[in-house]
């Protein structure tokens, strides 16, 4: 941040232009840009100093990895040590798309990218802006999603300001995001694949190419494959209630789903599709904070396909976890 003086100072840089943002990054700045899945917080992956800066800017516990992502297939030779078969099927499959590779790191990139942990997550987005701008980079580019640690990721570039603005060098403005859940995480380093995190690419889509793909159940005693997952996530200040029927104070809550519920909320929002649901879910957590909103409704949705994704962020966010 510049300052000017006392009271005058130089906020975030706003741009259209994925090549203004790009310099930033080459710069050793911090730049957020748009991706199908939620806008990511990007920095030089092989820079140390960039890298320490996304912890700070986002206030993000120090123990959790970052995700590397790339424009082109032959970069991600530059993060990982080696690709297993099961990674090279899914890249095949998903690559370019909202799906991250967890696979041994290589020796180049620095420790503090991946939270001390010998493997990286790897992706590259499908997004059209977001492949201009990791092109223009030059590099690859670890960005964890744009938003305060702890509070909804981002789905728009206006949520990256509300949270970031003043914090980081730079905002690549694009549209809201595509699917607005974060991408589906898939462990590549053993002989049975394993998700991490769900996402938009079902656990039925991977079965098909993978079939003992396998979501990861943490045990109590094993040390948690996926970090990130232990932190408090993806919550708004309001409580979440998945279907709840009762009301507490209609003034004061809200509803987000697919049907009404017939009762009366501050805020509504009916969507016409489990797809529309996931895509204005975040957004939604974010207004109905802006108007004081105290308990958020969210109706159950059944869990397959993107649903899966969209009940694992529902949970997590009423359970304040
Ligand atoms: O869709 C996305 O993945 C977005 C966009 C910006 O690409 N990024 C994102 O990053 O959601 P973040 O940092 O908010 O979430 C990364 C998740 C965390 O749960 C983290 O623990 C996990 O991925 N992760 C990253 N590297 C890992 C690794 N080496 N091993 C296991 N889990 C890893
Ligand atoms: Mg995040």
Redesign the pocket.
């Known amino acids: 941040m510049l300052r000017l003086g006392e009271n005058l100072t130089v906020k975030t840089v706003l741009t259209d232009s994925p090549e203004t943002a790009a310099e930033f990054i080459r710069s050793g700045g911090l730049a957020a840009f748009p991706?199908e899945?939620?806008?990511?917080l990007g920095a030089n992956v092989f820079d140390e100093t960039a890298v320490a800066k996304i912890f700070d800017a986002k206030r993000r516990p120090a123990d959790?990895?970052?995700?590397a992502?790339v424009a082109r297939r032959e970069d991600i030779l530059l993060l990982v040590a080696q690709v297993t078969e099961t990674a090279q099927v899914l890249i095949d499959n998903f690559f370019p798309g909202?799906l991250?590779i967890?696979g041994s790191k290589s020796a180049a990139v620095p420790a503090m990218a991946?939270a001390g942990?010998d493997?990286?997550?790897v992706?590259m987005?499908r997004n059209e802006i977001a492949f201009r701008f990791l092109s223009a980079c030059g590099t690859p580019v670890v960005?964890?999603?744009a938003n305060l640690s702890g509070r909804p990721?981002p789905t728009t570039w206006h949520a990256v300001v509300e949270d970031l603005d003043g914090r980081i060098d730079c905002i690549l403005k694009g549209d809201p995001a595509e699917i607005g859940l974060?991408?589906t995480?898939v462990?590549c380093t053993g002989d049975i694949p394993l998700i991490?995190?769900t996402g938009s690419i079902s656990l039925e889509q991977i079965a098909a190419v993978l079939p003992n793909v396998r979501h990861y159940e943490p045990t109590e005693t094993a040390a948690p494959?996926?970090?990130?997952?232990r932190h408090r996530h993806y919550s708004p200040r309001a409580k979440v209630v998945i279907d709840g029927s009762r009301i507490d104070d209609a003034d004061k809550s809200a509803f987000i789903g697919v049907n009404t519920n017939g009762a009366q909320f501050a805020l509504i929002e009916i969507c016409e599709s489990v797809d529309e649901y996931a895509r204005e879910l975040f957004g939604f957590f974010r207004k109905c904070d802006r108007r004081g909103i105290e308990t958020i409704y969210c109706e159950e949705v059944p869990a397959t396909g993107i649903g899966a994704a969209l009940m694992d962020r529902l949970r997590r966010a009423a359970s304040g976890k």
């Open positions: 991706t899945t939620v806008y990511g959790n990895p970052l995700i992502h909202p991250t967890v991946t942990l493997t990286i997550g992706r987005p960005a964890p999603s990721s974060e991408s995480v462990d991490l995190r494959r996926s970090p990130g997952l």
